[in-house]
């Protein structure tokens, strides 16, 4: 097996943890990517050093989870978390030990991590401890638990999720003694709180590998995640798949597909459960108000679409409906674009006038200049060669003096 070529930054950790009679090493998905030739995201170091020690060696840290042994080192204004081996407890809430006891031996850290492909250390002196074969697993292409998969799922419901999560990510196949274990445990789930479902959810979702998809409903995971889900997916599971293997992988479109056959009326209540920002709840909310309207690409179609939903919401429904097999959709994005390029009023503060000119000619402000400017508005979306002020004020004075 080929060394880990180390960031300066993570060796320079590992280097100063050696000199102070220690070891460290690098730990989990930054091993596994690297053995798959993945440049990793970031950098775990596990160390025989305990937390207090760590923060007499490196001069800025910061405590980040210094009950679980881990400490952040700033090293170039970069973060690392450096954390002590360590043995779990009992596990009393299917996710965190009761207690952690601090061990000086990197196989009894190793002991209590989730996947063989994720049990695996490595620094530039000692090279790969890996004790379960998992560096033999990534090359088979297998998600396998460690040790007794049947424990592993009971200490940490969430990594049920997370293999399946993988799995797509990865396009490795699940070992037939840890799926098991996992279809076993699959009500431990509702253990979980829904930011950390929803966190994995998305993660899945956005893979690359949507064959793996179907593992969510097959396993009996999804139903006690959401029975509301589950029973508005069935029989519809292949429409699923494919528009979510169509899609542009963008989170509220996503999660639009896939809560799509839910009744409007207990949309909101699902997607609640996920706790996702204001902003991209309102925006699944949206697109799932509009998923069963047609995309429409003549010009004033798309303004109207624009106007009503803002100019971000427009664009990911046509993402949407691109991921649905629209045929119209990309022709009304490209007008979109082309919209918004040539700068066309769609909405009220892109008027020639404001409502400082209606004053001017003898509107009051009111209920009744909303409705005029409104008025106007629709007007110039049919038409945006008529948003001048000139043509404005002329339509007002015509239109609108009289009747106020």
């Known amino acids: 097996m080929d060394k880990i070529i180390l960031p300066a930054d993570a060796a320079f950790i590992i280097d100063e943890l050696r000199k102070n009679g220690f070891e460290g090493h690098i730990v989990g998905g930054c091993v596994r990517d690297s053995i ?6 970031d950098y775990d170091i596990t160390t025989s050093a305990k937390p207090e020690e760590v923060k007499n060696i490196f001069p800025h840290t910061f405590d980040t989870g210094i009950q679980h042994g881990t400490v952040t080192v700033v090293i170039n204004k970069e973060n690392y978390e450096v954390t002590t081996f360590r043995i779990d407890g009992e596990y009393e809430d299917c996710r965190h030990p009761k207690e952690v006891n601090f061990t000086r031996d990197i196989h009894e850290d190793l002991l209590r991590r989730d996947f063989t ?20 697993d990534i090359g088979r292409k297998i998600i396998r638990g460690v040790g007794d998969p049947d424990e592993r799922f009971k200490e940490d419901a969430l990594r049920i999720l997370r293999a399946f999560r993988f799995s797509a990510q990865l396009g490795f196949e699940i070992e037939p003694e840890t799926k ?37 409903w097959q396993t009996g995971l999804l139903e006690n995640i959401s029975q509301r889900l589950a029973d508005s997916i069935s029989g519809r599971e292949d429409i699923i798949q494919k528009e979510i293997a169509q899609s542009e992988k963008t989170v509220p479109v996503l999660f639009a597909i896939l ?9 909101k209540k699902e997607l609640s459960f996920y706790k996702f920002d204001n902003k991209t709840l309102n925006q699944i909310i949206c697109l799932n108000s509009l998923v069963n309207q047609k995309a429409q690409s003549d010009e004033i179609s798309v303004r109207r679409l624009a106007n009503k939903t803002g100019i971000e919401n427009a664009f990911l429904f046509y993402s949407l409906k691109k991921a649905q097999g629209d045929n119209e959709a990309e022709s009304a994005e490209n007008v979109l674009n082309m919209v918004i390029k040539r700068g066309d009023c769609l909405f009220v503060k892109d008027l020639a006038l404001s409502g400082k000119d209606l004053i001017c000619i003898g509107l009051k402000p009111g209920k009744e200049m909303g409705l005029v400017l409104n008025s106007l508005l629709d007007m110039v979306i049919n038409d945006p060669k008529l948003n001048t002020r000139e043509i404005l004020i002329k339509t007002v004075k015509e239109n609108f003096i009289d009747n106020i």
């Open 259 to 267: 809560t799509q056959f839910i009744k409007p009326d207990e949309i």
């Open 180 to 216: 098991k274990a996992m279809e076993n445990n699959v009500g431990l789930i509702k253990n979980i709180s829904s930011e950390r479902i929803r966190e994995e959810l998305t993660k899945l979702l956005i893979s690359k590998h949507t064959e793996k998809l179907p593992l969510l």
């Open 117 to 136: 492909m994720n049990a695996i250390a490595y620094n530039p002196y000692d090279g790969y401890t890996d004790i379960f074969g998992g560096i033999e």
């Open 36 to 41: 798959m030739g993945i440049k990793p995201h």
